[in-house]
Antibody
């Protein structure tokens, strides 16, 4: 079964850091660019950023709202993507999902599989 | 950045109605457009990819069309389980951008 499972969420104070993990199974993780998407309570979906496949350099892109504060990385040997969040703000409070973006063979898989999400609450 | 303008933001409809939701991209995105359905407390579910391709397992009453800057999601005959919020997403370029969402409620 193709699956993504996020972990690492929780309550954190403003200005602190938190690292989320996204563990993949059921597909060749290294063949996909991986995106993170968040949803604040009662709000719409917001793309956070992605990390390209290693064949494309494993480079990253971010939304303006998190650039410079968030870092995405990947460990293909473990099929895990990470979202390192620093200098957290109250407005970062959201459910964070990982999802697979485009694949090496096709764009047709983009955003077809989502993890259940992990809640991050930034509050003092 | 590419802006995705989705309309309407909310609508009331009855079971059996034909429903149309539109997304307009601020610049051309070819067919790099997907549609999602989200129910409260649930994960977004992809309905349509590549603008008009139906995701496996999704009922055929859902269809998508468009290319370039104008895209449409149509539900041919609304069913009780279709009451939800719908989002479009462009993945032509980064940053990826979602529409604001359309909440389909029961009339």
């Amino acid at each position: 079964e193709v699956q993504l499972v996020e972990s690492g969420g929780g309550l954190v104070q403003p200005g602190r850091s938190l690292r989320l993990s996204c563990t993949a199974s059921g597909f060749t993780f290294g063949d996909y660019t991986m995106s993170w998407v968040r949803q604040a309570p009662g709000k719409g979906l917001e793309w956070v950023g992605f990390i390209r496949m290693n064949i494309y350099g494993g480079t990253t892109e971010y939304a303006a709202s998190v650039k410079g504060r968030f870092t995405i990385s990947r460990d293909d040997s473990k099929s895990i993507a990470y979202l390192q969040m620093s200098s957290l703000k109250t407005e970062d409070t959201a459910v964070y999902h990982c999802t697979r973006d485009y694949g090496s063979a096709s764009n047709n898989d983009a955003f077809d599989i989502w993890g259940q999400g992990t809640m991050v609450t930034v509050s003092s | 950045d590419i802006q995705m303008t989705q309309s309407p933001s909310a609508m009331s409809a009855s079971v059996g109605d034909r429903v149309t939701i539109t997304c307009r991209a601020s610049q051309g995105i070819s067919n790099y457009l997907a549609w999602f359905q989200q129910k409260p407390g649930k994960v977004p579910k992809r309905l349509i990819y590549a603008s008009s391709s139906l995701q496996s397992g999704v009922p055929s009453r859902f269809s998508g069309s468009g290319s370039g800057t104008e895209f449409t999601l149509t539900i041919s005959s609304l069913q009780p389980e279709d009451f939800a919020t719908y989002y479009c997403l462009q993945h032509h370029t980064y940053p990826r951008t979602f529409g604001q969402g359309t909440k389909v409620e029961i009339k």
